[in-house]
């Protein structure tokens, strides 16, 4: 019997129905950090992105009064009025200096995305021999908690992101308050709202050094006008000042708040002069001991104003399956060692000889009854489910290939009952399969 071909759909109205479809949606109103999305995700913020408003507040503002009580009067102070340009290039200096904080704080600052499961752990083979099941070798899986690399030829510690289910590269950082890793991770500004990273670096101290430019700027054209003042009416200093209220507030604030934004600007030189970011100054302590980033003077401030900006590892605007592990889905938190949550009740099964339920999502740190991180279940019974002793694959298990990897052992810790204690180092486990 023949049955016609179901039409075919064209891109647009695919396109269609997958936004029709409820259980679809776009990267940002599914992700799992703390950030703030705007404009269809075209725009990510941190979570406290409210500061931000009162950046801008302190910006504008004395920008705004300065032009209308100081810069105005100075239009017909100078030939040719040529005092009209003091005004236009405040307005000019201070648009810059937004559109940098925009820069800032609007854009991804190197997020890593996020693993849908932990790494492959690494196998160490411990040998033993046992009377009930007998002798044999038990692969038993460990996730380290660091690694080294070697960079410029210096070993370098990386460490694993319990949340992000990652090894970190170097000079990456988890941010509580954003709650994602971050390539080149400085700090968290609260004054942007948002992280200070890889692809927001350079943008960050650009603003910071305009905005002590623009400090200096509205400064010295105060005492400009109070000068001004003096020679025409023949006043002394403190009769000037009185006759511009504006220029003394403006002279006060901005000499505070020159302390702040040029300190942190000649910090920041000191940083990229040496390769550094702020989170390795205060945790590391490169004075003490080699910096593998450091590359020299020119080669450090060619790094971060004269290279290529590297893209975003991330599409917030791409579709997702609202259901997608990492995503949608409401999964466990990921323990020490990246084990489910379920993995004591799958042991006890094993121990009683019935087959196990293995957890196909949801992988967590295991705890005992007084809530301790059970560290040293017995792997006896935590053999590897392809490897199991009914004689047949579990195909109907429906668990990725990571969640069996990290499901097929346990390492003993303790000297539990089963397991046989070698003179040299370390606990010796006994078969799970013989």
């Known amino acids: 019997m023949y049955v016609a071909p179901p039409p075919q759909l064209s891109g647009g109205s695919r396109q269609a129905i997958m936004d029709e479809n ?23 913020f941190g979570p406290d992105v409210r500061s931000l408003m009162l950046t801008l507040v302190l910006i504008i ?58 790494p492959e752990p690494e196998e160490d083979y411990d040998t033993a021999t046992s009377t009930e099941w007998g002798g044999g070798q038990t692969p038993r899986l460990k996730l380290p908690r660091t690694k080294d690399v070697i960079v410029n030829g210096i070993p370098v510690k990386i460490k694993y992101c319990d949340t992000c289910m990652l090894y970190r590269p170097p000079r990456c950082s988890h941010c509580s308050i954003c709650n994602n890793c971050v390539e080149r991770f400085d700090h968290h500004c609260p004054w942007v709202g948002q992280c200070i990273g890889q692809r927001n670096y350079r943008y960050f101290f650009m603003f910071v050094f305009s905005t002590t430019m623009l400090c200096i700027y509205v400064f010295a054209f105060c005492w ?28 006060a604030y901005t000499f ?58 991330n599409n917030f605007r791409s579709k997702v399956r609202q ?55 017995d792997t006896r019974s935590t053999m590897h489910p392809r490897r199991s002793s009914w004689g047949r694959k579990s195909g109907s298990w429906e668990i990725t290939p990571d969640i069996l990897a990290l499901a097929a052992g346990v390492g003993g810790e303790g000297g539990r009952a089963g397991t046989k204690t070698s003179p040299g180092n370390g606990v010796k486990t006994l078969p799970a399969n013989r």
């Open 22 to 44: 409820p259980a679809t949606k776009r990267v940002y109103q599914v992700w799992r950090g703390s950030n703030k999305f705007f404009l269809c995700g075209r725009l990510i």
């Open 61 to 118: 503002i004395p920008v705004a009064v300065f032009c209308s009580l100081v810069a105005s009067k100075l239009v017909n102070k100078f030939p040719h009025h040529l005092g009209i340009f003091i005004m236009a290039i405040a307005i000019i200096f201070t648009v810059y200096d937004l559109f940098l904080l925009l820069l800032t704080s609007a854009r991804d600052p190197g997020i890593i995305p996020r693993n849908a499961h932990p």
């Open 224 to 251: 400009v006008l109070i000068k001004k003042i003096m020679e025409e009416h023949q006043d002394g200093l403190w009769k000037a000042m009185k006759k511009t209220p504006a220029s003394i507030v403006l002279i």
């Open 256 to 313: 505070i708040a020159v302390w702040f934004v040029g300190g942190l600007t000649s910090f920041h030189l000191y940083l990229i002069s040496t390769n550094q970011t702020t989170y390795e100054n205060f945790r590391y302590r490169y004075d003490s001991k080699l910096n593998p980033y450091n590359q020299g003077l020119l080669q450090n401030f060619k790094e971060i104003f004269f290279t290529n900006m590297p893209r975003s590892k």
């Open 323 to 377: 259901d997608t592990t990492g995503y949608g889905a409401d999964n466990h938190s990921i323990g020490r060692d990246g084990f489910s949550a379920n993995m004591e009740k799958g042991v006890s099964d094993l121990e009683m000889g019935v087959k196990p339920s293995w957890p196909a999502v949801g992988i967590g740190a295991p705890e005992d009854s007084q809530g301790q991180t059970l560290e040293g279940i």
